[in-house]
T-cell receptor, first 114, second 111 residues
Framework: KAGVTQTPRYLIKTRGQQVTLSCSPI?????VSWYQQTPGQGLQFLFE???????NKGNFPGRFSGRQFSNSRSEMNVSTLELGDSALYLC?????????????FGEGSRLTVL | GQQVMQIPQYQHVQEGEDFTTYCNSS?????IQWYKQRPGGHPVFLIQ?????EVKKQKRLTFQFGEAKKNSSLHITATQTTDVGTYFC???????????FGQGTTLQVKP
């Protein structure tokens, strides 16, 4: 069974640009969540989707948005990039409908904003 | 908002010594999960605890969930160099359903 796939793995952007990150969950998993990881801040929850609906949202500004497609693939978008958005963005999928299940993480997309 | 605090942030031990990381929540958790992230890697699920006072063991790792379901601990007996990494706890808030991660404890093991 293929794991969670995130693309691109690495990218460099400049301030003010926007970026779209993609996540393909494990086949059959309908829950996808996104996390931002920076040194010293741990894993900050961005949002969670289940069956194309956003079920939960973290405390990030409106520049961060996401969506989930009917095939469970998910994308997140960050507009008007700031230097502080440099981070590893992790996507995780789960088979559990009620959020109690194990999360399977992808390798992440490492974003550098210059 | 809900916070999940994890201590210590860093721990350096000599190989063979024990290690413990603690996780404390400001609110009651419906369950708690533990993940391990190796350097340069992504978090990998270790275990989930659901019941008050639950204790689970995986070889040299012992996981506990507090009676009030607000704290948890991970204890590693006789650490090995393969234990190096960052250990995260993650708890689901009983009311909001949000899964919140602790800041993680980074373990270094000196051979």
């Amino acid at each position: 069974k293929a794991g969670v796939t995130q693309t691109p793995r690495y990218l460099i952007k400049t301030r003010g640009q926007q970026v779209t990150l993609s996540c393909s969950p494990i086949s059959g998993h309908r829950s996808v969540s996104w996390y931002q990881q920076t040194p010293g801040q741990g894993l900050q929850f961005l949002f969670e989707y289940f069956s194309e609906t956003q079920r939960n949202k973290g405390n990030f500004p409106g520049r961060f948005s996401g969506r989930q497609f009917s095939n469970s693939r998910s994308e997140m978008n960050v507009s008007t990039l700031e230097l502080g958005d440099s981070a590893l963005y992790l996507c995780a999928s789960s088979s559990a409908r009620d959020r109690t299940g194990e999360l399977f993480f992808g390798e992440g997309s490492r974003l550098t904003v210059l | 908002g809900q916070q999940v605090m994890q201590i210590p942030q860093y721990q350096h031990v000599q190989e063979g010594e024990d290690f413990t990381t603690y996780c404390n929540s400001s609110t009651t958790l419906s369950n708690i999960q533990w993940y391990k992230q190796r350097p340069g890697g992504h978090p990998v699920f270790l275990i989930q605890l659901v019941k008050s006072g639950e204790v689970k063991k995986q070889k040299r790792l012992t996981f506990q969930f507090g009676e009030a379901k607000k704290n948890s601990s991970l204890h590693i007996t006789a650490t090995q160099t393969t234990d190096v990494g960052t250990y995260f706890c993650a708890g689901i808030n009983s009311n909001t359903g949000k899964l919140i991660f602790g800041q993680g404890t980074t373990l270094q093991v000196k051979p």
